[in-house]
Each structure stands twice: as structure tokens, then as C-alpha cells.
């Protein structure tokens, strides 16, 4: 079981960092990722971090502003979000990949965010970017 919280209201330019707590697995085996849905729009994925955090993953547009991180002594996955944007204004989700794929493409490239991939997804979390 997964629940995301942490989210909020903020200005353009400001910073957040929701946090994404774990229950009832082995949580250092699995990686964990966020997921975001806008209204009106598909659900898409934002990070990814691999169960001993040593593999990361950011889709284009947060990177260098977003940065994903553990701490599996508390089962528990940040997501540290600055310089936001009103286009970063979703409900934001996090979930479990038991298989923890994003481990095998550690320095080849090419991982992908594919939602069947991850299970467990925990309730989602509103952050809302005021221009």
C-alpha cells in the first residue's frame, strides 16, 4: 500500500516536496515512481527512483527542477519539486514496479514509464501552481 501526501497551493517559482510512504512489502525491492494527471489530460509519468535508489528517471519537461529520492529505513520516496510551474499543477500519484526495471537500463538509456508496469497506487495528492 502506497499514500502520497504533501502536495499543495503555490506561485509560480515555488518549491514542494510531496512525499510517497510504503506499506506491506519489501519496499527496498521495489522502485517507486510518480505519476501526475492534469485535468482533462492522460495520466503521465514524472520520475522514477530503483528499490536502493541508485537508478533515477525524469521525464523531459522536470528535468533539472524535480528530484526523486529514499530513504528505505523509512519506507518512504520524496519527490523535491522547485521552480514550479502552473503546467505542473496535477494530482500527483505514486506507485510500485515489483520488478524493478528500471535497474537493467542503468547506464544504456532508453527506460520508459510504462503505467502497466507499476501497481499499487496510492491516492493521489493536488498540487496547484498559481500563475
Known amino acids: 500500500q502506497l499514500q502520497a501526501f504533501g502536495g499543495g497551493l503555490v506561485q509560480t517559482g515555488g518549491s514542494l516536496r510531496p512525499s510517497c510512504v510504503a506499506s506491506g512489502f519489501n519496499f527496498d525491492d521495489y522502485a517507486i515512481g510518480w505519476f501526475r494527471q492534469a485535468p482533462g489530460k492522460d495520466r503521465e509519468g514524472v520520475s522514477c527512483i530503483s528499490g536502493l535508489g541508485r537508478d533515477t528517471f525524469y521525464t523531459d519537461s522536470v528535468k533539472g527542477r524535480f528530484t526523486i529520492s529514499r530513504d528505505n529505513a523509512k519506507n518512504t520516496v520524496y519527490l523535491q519539486m522547485n521552480s514550479l510551474e502552473p503546467e505542473d499543477t496535477a494530482v500527483y500519484y505514486c506507485?510500485?514496479?515489483?520488478?524493478?526495471?528500471?535497474?537493467?537500463?542503468?547506464?544504456?538509456?532508453?527506460?520508459?514509464?510504462?503505467?502497466?508496469?507499476?501497481?499499487?497506487w496510492g491516492q493521489g495528492t493536488q498540487v496547484t501552481v498559481s500563475s
Open positions: 506507485a510500485a514496479d515489483r520488478h524493478d526495471r528500471i535497474q537493467y537500463y542503468s547506464g544504456i538509456g532508453g527506460y520508459l514509464m510504462r503505467q502497466s508496469d507499476f501497481s499499487s
